[in-house]
């Protein structure tokens, strides 16, 4: 994340205003306010994607600003999504950051697990339901930082179906235990690196 971004999230949410607050007979002008804020500081710190079109409260209803305010918020939670680790430092404890070998590893796996699903003997809603979870599973492994308990999900919804009566699902679930391991190798890796840095330089020989 760059000091660009972190800077305009900061200076924009100060003067956030929520669409529930549309009933308020100020909700216009700190509408305004807030949208315009977006564009200056977009404009001044050169953040590609942020809004760059400026309003006055005269020209507009409320319900004229809703479209607008949503696009804002959608920009905004993109930037702390992309950068979850700086904005709530608790929960790097929850992820792990994957390399492009990492990654082009775990993305193997399920793959494989898509393709041990599709050849099981199952009911189609439960497949479907699988297929979210390990959607979801891909999701995570293409994002910065990915959640290890987004692997745990896919192995609770494979272990779910095999208690309704899926059929040949072992496959599966010795594919997402893999998964598994290789996110928690890989975070342990992650810490280890990060320990080591962290190292004092050792003394000079005397």
Same mark, same amino acid.
């Given at each position: ?45 050169? #953040? ?39 904005? &709530? ?9 994957? !390399? ?12 494989? #697990? ?27 492994? @293409?994002? @910065? ?16 179906? #095999?208690?309704?009566?899926?059929? !040949? ?6 594919? #997402? ?16 690196? &990060? ?12």
């Amino acid at each position: 994340m760059t000091t660009s971004h972190q800077l305009f999230y900061q200076r924009v949410v100060e003067r956030r205003v929520q669409l529930q607050e549309i009933s308020q007979p100020t909700f216009v002008y700190r509408a305004v306010l807030y949208l315009n804020s977006a564009t200056t500081w977009g404009k001044s710190l050169g #953040i590609e994607g942020a809004p760059t079109i400026e309003y006055e409260a005269s020209d507009h209803r409320a319900e004229d600003l809703v479209g607008p305010l949503c696009e804002l918020e959608q920009f905004l939670d993109k930037i702390r999504a992309d950068n979850i680790e700086v904005f &709530e430092p608790a929960h790097k404890a929850l992820t792990v950051g994957l !390399n492009q070998e990492w990654r082009a590893n775990v993305t193997t796996l399920v793959n494989h #697990i898509r393709d041990a699903v599709q050849n099981a003997q199952i009911d189609e809603a439960l497949r479907e339901g699988i297929f979210r979870a390990v959607e979801k599973l891909q999701s995570e492994v @293409n994002r @910065n930082r990915t959640r290890l308990a987004a692997a745990s999900e896919v192995w609770d919804t494979i272990t779910d179906a #095999i208690g309704k009566g899926a059929e !040949n699902l072992e496959p599966a679930v010795k594919l #997402i235990e893999r998964v598994r391991k290789r996110l928690g190798n890989a975070q342990l890796a992650e810490i280890e690196a &990060e320990e080591h840095l962290q190292l004092p330089s050792p003394p000079e020989d005397e």
